[in-house]
């Protein structure tokens, strides 16, 4: 189940351009990509560019789920930091995933230059901070170890916009967009294309994998008939992956316009040490999007009702630590207050396979606040994998790992 609620900043800042028809035929295709937000649509690209036959179903309004709750912060970084990372996969995986990260993020920067929509991309440094004195040993162990990896990093005991005792600075290692504005304008672009199908409000509800193809029916009882599927809808998915996984909601805020942040270095994003950790980023027009306080749901949590409770207390807690993070600025106007759902897996990673007894079914699953990279390294993936090649790369994203 998606929980999305709250005065949504990038609902009020961009309308909705384009439609697009719901399914009234059976069809065929080579890749059927379940879910239209922007996984959806990355997903599409990749397969798009490879010359294959792609429909889009959406069950709702494209970009209008989860992709709406997004911060849209893109950090070369992890959920975890490189130095537990080593721990629990090993150095060369764990330097392998920061850098497909870095990656990624080339690879976002290259197709958002592609279509006319201004999506406010902007490359940024990336800065990962403790305000806490005990912090600075751990920090710069974690610098060293993203500088032997190869990383363009400087270590910083100050800053002039974030309080911090400790923090590791890397160059050009992140970015921010308006998540919604690029999902529209991706699939606008890609929908031009004669290989893509964009539908809405069209919802698979059967999907029964053969192993010549993949039959599914819609909520309107339509067939699409497809040599292949993938599944980009994480909260949809979890029905077919027999895997433990856990559910967090996440709390933004974002300020009205600041005068003074105009006149300060912006061009970062920056995540602390917290345990839930906090992620800052600015927008063009000198506001601060602060969001963290994640909560863990469960059965007895799992509904719309408890996250609306907690909900306030969770926004106060944001703006109390967002007065203590910034320098020179002691009057925030909030102006935008919302959360959403988000699956995580135990070590953070994106889930990117073949699912088991599902024969030609395929996820790109992209958990945890790197979701968007994690959704451009999986399409880059799946791209080989549903035409037979699995790179070496897909062993550390597999199911059951």
């Not at 992140?174 to 606008?188: H, I, R």
Request: aromatic content about 12%; charged content about 25%.
């Amino acid at each position: 189940m998606q929980f999305t609620n709250g005065n949504i900043y990038w609902r009020e800042k961009t309308k909705i351009h384009k439609t697009y028809p719901y399914l009234t035929h059976h069809v065929s295709c080579d890749v059927l990509i379940v879910g239209g937000g922007i996984t959806g649509a990355i997903t599409a690209y990749f397969l798009a560019k490879e010359g294959l036959n792609v429909i889009v179903a959406e069950k709702n309004i494209v970009g209008y789920g989860s992709t709406l709750a997004s911060s849209a912060t893109m950090e070369y970084q992890l959920d975890m930091n490189m130095y537990k990372l080593e721990k629990m996969v090993g150095v060369n995986t764990a330097k392998k995933i920061y850098k497909l990260c870095l990656d990624a993020i080339d690879k976002i920067e290259k197709i958002d230059s592609e279509f006319d929509k201004d999506s406010e991309f902007q490359r940024q440094d990336s800065l990962y901070y403790s305000n806490k004195f005990m912090q600075k040993s751990n920090m710069s162990k974690e610098y060293n170890i993203r500088k032997e990896a190869g990383f363009n990093t400087l270590f910083l005991e100050k800053h002039n916009t974030i309080n911090l005792n400790s923090a590791i600075l890397t160059k050009d290692a992140s970015a921010v967009f308006n998540p919604y504005e690029f999902t529209q304008g991706l699939l606008d672009y890609l929908n031009s294309f004669e290989n893509v199908s964009v539908y809405e409000n069209t919802e698979i509800l059967d999907v029964i994998p053969k192993y010549e193809n993949v039959i599914c029916r819609t909520n309107n009882d339509f067939k699409i008939v497809a040599n292949n599927v993938i599944f980009t809808s994480g909260i949809s998915a979890l029905k077919y992956l027999n895997i433990p996984l856990e559910i967090y909601q996440k709390f933004i805020i974002v300020t009205k316009p600041i005068d003074k942040i105009k006149n300060m270095n912006t061009n970062f994003t920056a995540r602390d040490t917290s345990e839930p950790y906090h992620n800052i980023r600015f927008t063009n027009t000198g506001r601060i999007i602060f969001s963290g306080e994640d909560v863990k749901l469960n059965d007895r949590r799992l509904d719309e009702k408890y996250i609306t409770s907690v909900a306030k207390n969770k926004y106060r807690r944001l703006y109390t630590t967002m007065e203590r993070t910034f320098c020179d600025i002691d009057d925030f106007d909030i102006e935008f207050a919302f959360n959403g759902t988000c699956p995580a897996t135990k070590d953070g990673l994106p889930i990117i396979d073949e699912i088991p007894n599902m024969p030609n079914c395929f996820c790109n699953l992209g958990f945890g606040a790197n979701g968007i990279l994690y959704s451009v390294i999986g399409a880059d993936i799946l791209k080989d994998a549903i035409k037979g090649f699995y790179t070496k790369d897909m062993y550390m994203f597999k199911i059951n790992r």
